[in-house]
């Protein structure tokens, strides 16, 4: 099959990262007899210097008409670059934004996984970690609190107050609850929707819509969870967690919870996906420009990224599954860069790390 991907490699240690990317993706087409086209643009500061402008239209056109976008990660340090003398509408975030929204990228997917050999990264004590654990969080990204109406005023009496409403409809509900339950399927069928149902009206809505969509998948097991519970399992028992189902802000949080509790942050990919198949698909850090340039980055959450974008844009679930093979395997023939490395394995650089999982990649 012949795909075309974006390829946005962004600021700092984001061309390196993303170079290790393309040649895993690379591989896997030699191996599987696929063609990947690549269509290169720019963004966040790389953009800036360039056209003025973090985001083009142009650019932005490219991303739309192509199967996939896979990214780097964009911005500079925010004390020290120029680019954030410029006002907030022409600084490199200002793109991510514009990029999800133009793109309807509604479903945020975020992996937290507990590879065997990084253990010793991982807060938690040992009996709580027992074989590890796997889980993902799908966390809706245009609607709700961040999106709702919001505003400040002073009463008559002078004190100021502020408000902030949380919005849902039943559609934006239901097509996020969808992608979890279809995302469910392709790991070991258990969804943990989390809500706040015992006092949000839209918590009830999102409760009952979530029932209605697990009707359609007889196969998936459901419960429903308390975010405050939530929040408290993640840390006492995340074993039990397959597939966390949750609105925005509950999201924002917990999902950043269950990625620091693996303790590798260059170790942890994401998604984000449109109603149908196009995704941006970029690891959880960010551009590291106290480490670019010098070949220490770790790339592994961007080709992690990249087995993602293969998995739900492609539909290519053997070739994904050989990439994260060949990630597992690195790990436990010893190799490591800086950010996780331990006594007795061998350190490496970015390309070198690139090098060692390609060459695993099996048919
Ligand atoms: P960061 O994630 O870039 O870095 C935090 C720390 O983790 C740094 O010490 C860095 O060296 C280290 N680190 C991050 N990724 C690593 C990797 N792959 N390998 C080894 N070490 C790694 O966060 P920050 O320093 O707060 O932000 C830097 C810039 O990135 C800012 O401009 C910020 O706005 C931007 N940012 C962009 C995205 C994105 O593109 N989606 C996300 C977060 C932050």
Redesign the pocket.
């Known amino acids: 099959m012949n795909y075309r991907i974006a390829v946005i490699k962004?600021?700092?240690?984001?061309p390196e990262?993303v170079n290790e990317a393309i040649r895993v993706l690379d591989r896997v087409a030699e191996q599987y007899g696929h063609t990947f086209e690549y269509r290169e643009i720019l963004m966040?500061?790389a953009s800036i210097d360039v056209y003025g402008v973090p985001l083009t239209d142009e650019a932005l056109e490219v991303a739309k008409s192509s199967d996939a976008v896979l990214?780097?990660?964009?911005?500079?340090?925010?004390n020290t670059?120029p680019?954030?003398q410029l006002p907030p509408s022409l600084r490199?975030?200002a793109a991510?934004l514009r990029i999800r929204k133009e793109l309807g990228l509604f479903a945020n997917i975020r992996p937290a996984y507990l590879y065997e050999e990084l253990k010793q990264a991982c807060p938690l004590r040992d009996e709580i970690i027992g074989m590890g654990f796997d889980m993902v969080v799908m966390r809706e990204l245009t609607g709700g609190l961040y999106f709702g109406e919001r505003g400040t005023e002073r009463r008559e009496d002078g004190t100021r107050v502020s408000h902030d409403s949380l919005v849902y409809d039943e559609n934006e509900i239901r097509r996020i609850a969808i992608r979890g339950f279809d995302v469910a399927m392709k790991r070991r069928k258990k969804v943990t929707s989390v809500d706040k149902a015992n006092v949000l009206d839209s918590s009830r809505l999102w409760r009952a819509v979530v029932n209605e969509v697990a009707a359609d998948y007889p196969e998936v097991e459901l419960e429903h969870m308390l975010v405050d519970n939530c929040a408290m399992q993640l840390v006492r028992d995340p074993k039990q967690f397959d597939v966390i189902l949750t609105e925005n802000m509950f999201g924002d949080i917990l999902s950043d919870e269950a990625s620091m509790v693996t303790g590798s942050?260059?170790m942890l990919s994401s998604a984000s996906l449109n109603e149908g198949k196009l995704g941006l698909y970029?690891?959880?850090?960010?551009?590291?420009?106290?480490?670019a340039g010098q070949d220490?980055?770790?790339?592994?959450?961007?080709i992690l990224s990249a087995a993602m974008l293969l998995r739900y844009s492609f539909d290519l679930d053997r070739e994904a599954d050989a990439v994260e093979a060949a990630v597992k395997q690195v790990l436990k023939d010893g190799y490591r860069?800086?950010?996780?490395m331990s006594p007795g394995c061998t350190l490496v650089g970015?390309a070198e790390m690139g090098r060692q999982i390609l060459e695993r990649i099996e048919r």
């Open positions: 962004g600021d700092g240690i984001g990262i966040g500061g990214m780097g990660a964009i911005g500079g340090d925010t670059s680019w954030y490199p975030e991510l942050i260059g970029e690891p959880s850090h960010g551009s590291a420009p106290d480490i220490k980055a770790n790339p592994i959450a961007t860069t800086v950010d996780i970015t």
